[in-house]
Structure formats: C-alpha cells, structure tokens
T-cell receptor, first 112, second 114 residues
Framework: RKEVEQDPGPFNVPEGATVAFNCTYSNSASQSFFWYRQDCRKEPKLLMS???SGNEDGRFTAQLNRASQYISLLIRDSKLSDSATYLCVVPAGGTSYGKLTFGQGTILTVHP | ETGVTQSPTHLIKTRGQQVTLRCSSQSGHNTVSWYQQALGQGPQFIFQYYREEENGRGNFPPRFSGLQFPNYSSELNVNALELDDSALYLC?????????????FGPGTRLTVL
C-alpha cells in the first residue's frame, strides 16, 4: 500500500460546483496533515493544515477520519482560479524531522 | 513569493555527468528540505538539512548528496546522472524541523538528463 494515495482525476467541474477529493494514508502514527495546491509548472503552496477532526477556511473544508485513515478536501462554489493540482501531504510519524510524504496529486479543472 | 530562491531554473545534462543545484532559504529559516518531483507525480523527499547537518533522508542512493552552509543556504549534488533523474527539484525552507513547521517551497530547478 502506498504511504499516501489520491485519486489523480482529472476532475472537470463547472464554476459554482462543489467538488471533493479523498486521500488515504498508511502511517497511523501521523498526527498532522496538509493540503497543498500546485499550479502548473509552479511550486506547491500550503492550502490548509488539519490537526484535529477538520478545518474550514472560506470555501474550503478539510476533514480527517483517523479511524479510517483518510483525509478529504471539499471545495464549494468552485472558481476558475481553483484549477490546479491538489496534493495531500502526510508528515512522517513522530516529531523527529519534517519529512513530508506527498500523494500523487488530484488535478482539478474548473470550466465556465 | 515565499522568499525561497533556487538556481538555476533550468538545466540540461547528459548521462554520467554531475550537477549542483542551489537553494537560498527564506530569511530566518534554519532548515532546508529537498524534494524530487517527476512529471505527473507528487514531490518525493530526498533529505533535510538542519544547522549544516543532514537530518533525515528518503529512499535515494548515495549519489544524491547535499550541503548546508552557515547562512542556511543549501546545495544538492547528484553524481553519475541517469535518465530517470530528469525531474523538477524543489527545495523548501522552514523554521525548525518539526512536522508542524510550515515548509515554504522555492520555484524549483527543472533538470533534464539526455
């Protein structure tokens, strides 16, 4: 089983739609999780951190299910500017060092 | 802009050659991590440097090596280049080595090995 697995998509949705991505992870010791956004040919940028059961920031909601070891990202009222690759990121278990394990990424395209 | 810079932006090498990539961390950040991102994949952790010492390593062979300097800038060296080394190489700086320390990525160096 891969350490972090995501559905690569692509997801093609119209403006205003609600879209959700799921991510599963294998390391049950992981305590914190991240969603990064990566625009085409650009560097990844932190979108949201998830430390407890979930986090909400405007149109974006991240949820964590520790029992099932999955994280989800929900985007409401999609904008054209949301088109990007969304990377699920799981830090190494423990606090020894900040190794980040990335999923393959889910491609989202929002069209008019 | 994150304040993390990388050079060069693009590089073309041939198999067997050696390459050095450079990264300047964001002001005040003492930790630099390096990642390799192949086309269509997520970044893969190569190693991390903290206060000039390697502080963790991913599943990369010894021909991938690094340095961190007193000003916290860093280099990634790759010897005996192989075709599969073609990728985007990203460095990320952070204030500390803990999992909760946000890592800020530079724009990357795109390496092509022919």
């Amino acid at each position: 089983r891969k350490e972090v697995e995501q559905d690569p998509g692509p997801f093609n949705v119209p403006e205003g739609a609600t879209v959700a991505f799921n991510c599963t992870y294998s390391n049950s010791a992981s305590q914190s999780f991240f969603w990064y956004r990566q625009d085409c040919r650009k560097e990844p940028k932190l979108l949201m951190s998830v430390y407890s059961s979930g986090n909400e920031d405007g149109r974006f909601t991240a949820q964590l299910n520790r029992a099932s070891q999955y994280i989800s990202l929900l985007i409401r009222d999609s904008k054209l500017s949301d088109s990007a690759t969304y990377l699920c990121v799981v830090p190494a278990g423990g606090t020894s060092y900040g190794k980040l394990t990335f999923g393959q990424g889910t491609i989202l395209t929002v069209h008019p | 802009e994150t304040g993390v810079t990388q050079s060069p932006t693009h590089l073309i090498k041939t198999r067997g050659q050696q390459v050095t990539l450079r990264c300047s961390s964001q002001s005040g950040h003492n930790t630099v991590s390096w990642y390799q991102q192949a086309l269509g994949q997520g970044p893969q952790f190569i190693f991390q440097y903290y206060r000039e010492e390697e502080n963790g390593r991913g599943n990369f062979p010894p021909r991938f090596s690094g340095l961190q300097f007193p000003n916290y800038s860093s280099e990634l060296n790759v010897n005996a280049l192989e075709l599969d080394d073609s990728a985007l190489y990203l460095c990320a700086s952070s204030l500390g080595t803990q999992n909760y320390n946000e890592q800020f990525f530079g724009p990357g160096t795109r390496l092509t090995v022919l």
